[in-house]
């Protein structure tokens, strides 16, 4: 027997005790069934998503057509609408889908300029530019604003875009404690103190990141004593509203709009198309100078194909319809739908004893399991009871961290919303995830 015979029976042996058997645990639910096997336990292949938008999808397995609470179509777009639809079928036949060509190279058509005039009037700022994606524009755009010898502080549970364009930008990155403006103040204060190591020079820029409501939180950012602090110390702020854009605020504006922050307070405004617009993209809302920075700097608008048009028209006909520049008074109902809705089912879900995250008025809500072998279980009953949502774990949430997130709409009926509650109601006790006191 040589070393490589020796070598591979402790790997094999290392990799069967550290490995398999855990591997073994997290294949089967809190039931002792596999889920490895069973694609009930999770989405599967959808078919198509009805035109009575968030309701229903449906699904190629034994569970045919579901009530989706896992949705990000926070205000119905994402279903034929009567003034959208129309007009993204007439743009589709006018410039196809796709362009097949950058910005910069006749890949920018009128669509293009009247979205990015539109977003910047619509979140209050003098300029805007729009990508075909959201999770690029956190990406790309960060390092083209802030390099080697710059400092990023960032939320500790910023999303991964955010993560991933700070560690691309080369700058030094700081965390700082989830949504705490004062750890934020102890950051900066130290930061500003210290220089930069070694050469001991201050940072050529600071940038501090966060997000308007957090993805896997459900909770609002607390805008207003961050803003003070950035203030303060003359930093750049950078707010991500992919999940507040269009959802939250009395017209949809966003979380400067609910937490009163004048959105000239916050340096560079970033959001996604893909939620509330029920559309394809993202965009960053800014100064003129930085927006004319970012144009002719930002290698995801010079070499990247531009966003698609009919994605572009989803989203000026949905802001038109948000502002009511459809000539009805549809986006006001639907924003004080959704109001209603998040607010309802979040205290249902509490009155019943489950652990739910978040604020008031956000349409996330995740409800915490805490247990991993919980979570195939509480999906797959749920699924079964013709409800879906989505679950999340490691390594979006920590191991022990696990959870059910909710996501509400303003197109769910209050009976979607009491069936849900139902069957929420009736496998948390199944599987055992009450923990909170019930409400008499
Ligand atoms: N930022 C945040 C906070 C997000 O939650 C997401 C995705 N859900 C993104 C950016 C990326 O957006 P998109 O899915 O539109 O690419």
Request: one cysteine or more; proline letters at 5%.
């Amino acid at each position: 027997e040589g070393p490589e015979d020796f070598y591979q029976f402790y790997v094999r042996r290392f990799a069967r005790r550290i490995l398999v058997r855990p591997v073994a645990g997290v294949l089967q639910d809190c039931f002792g069934r596999p889920i490895a096997s069973a694609p009930d336990a999770w989405f599967d292949v959808v078919e198509r998503y009805s035109n009575d938008s968030n309701k229903t999808f449906h699904r190629t397995a034994r569970t045919s057509k579901c009530l989706n609470l896992g949705s990000y179509n926070y205000l119905g777009f994402s279903a034929a609408d009567e003034y959208c639809t129309p007009r993204v079928l007439h743009s589709l036949k006018k410039y196809s889908a796709s362009t097949c060509s950058a910005r910069v190279d006749g890949g920018n058509t009128k669509l293009h300029v009247e979205l990015e005039e539109q977003v910047a009037r619509f979140v209050g700022k003098p300029a805007a530019i729009v990508f075909g994606m959201g999770y690029v524009t956190n990406s790309a755009i960060i390092p083209a604003l802030i390099g080697k010898g710059g400092l990023i502080i960032s939320d500790s549970l910023n999303h991964n875009s955010i993560v991933n364009g700070a560690r691309g930008s080369g700058a030094s990155i700081q965390v700082f404690q989830h949504n705490n403006p004062k750890h934020l103040e102890d950051v900066l204060r130290e930061q500003i103190a210290s220089g930069r190591p070694r050469i001991n020079r201050p940072w050529k820029k600071i940038l501090v990141i966060v997000e308007g409501i957090y993805s896997m939180e459900g909770e609002l950012c607390k805008l207003p004593e961050i803003i003070a602090v950035c203030k303060k110390y003359k930093v750049y702020t950078y707010v991500d509203e992919a999940h507040s854009i269009g959802a939250i605020g009395k017209t949809g504006r966003g979380v400067c709009e609910l937490l009163g922050v004048d959105p000239t307070d916050v340096d560079i405004m970033m959001g996604t198309f893909t939620k509330s617009f029920g559309s394809y993209g993202g965009y960053i809302a800014a100064s003129k100078e930085i927006i004319c920075h970012l144009k002719h700097t930002c290698p995801a608008h010079i070499y990247a194909t531009s966003m698609s048009p009919p994605a572009v028209q989803q989203v000026i006909s949905a802001i038109k319809v948000i502002l009511g520049e459809d000539g009805s008074n549809r986006g006001a109902k639907k924003l004080a739908q959704i109001r209603e809705n998040s607010n309802f089912f979040r205290s249902e879900l509490q009155k019943m004893g489950f652990e739910v995250l978040g604020d008031n008025d956000s349409p996330v809500m995740p409800i915490m399991l805490y247990n991993p072998a919980k979570i195939p279980a509480f999906s797959r009953e749920c699924l079964r009871q013709h409800v879906a949502v989505v679950v999340v774990v490691f390594p979006a949430t920590p191991l022990l961290l696990c959870r059910a997130r909710i996501c509400i709409s303003a197109s769910h009926s209050r009976e979607d919303l009491v069936k849900g509650l139902e069957v929420i109601g009736k496998v948390g006790d199944l599987v055992g995830i009450k923990y909170l006191p019930v409400e008499a």
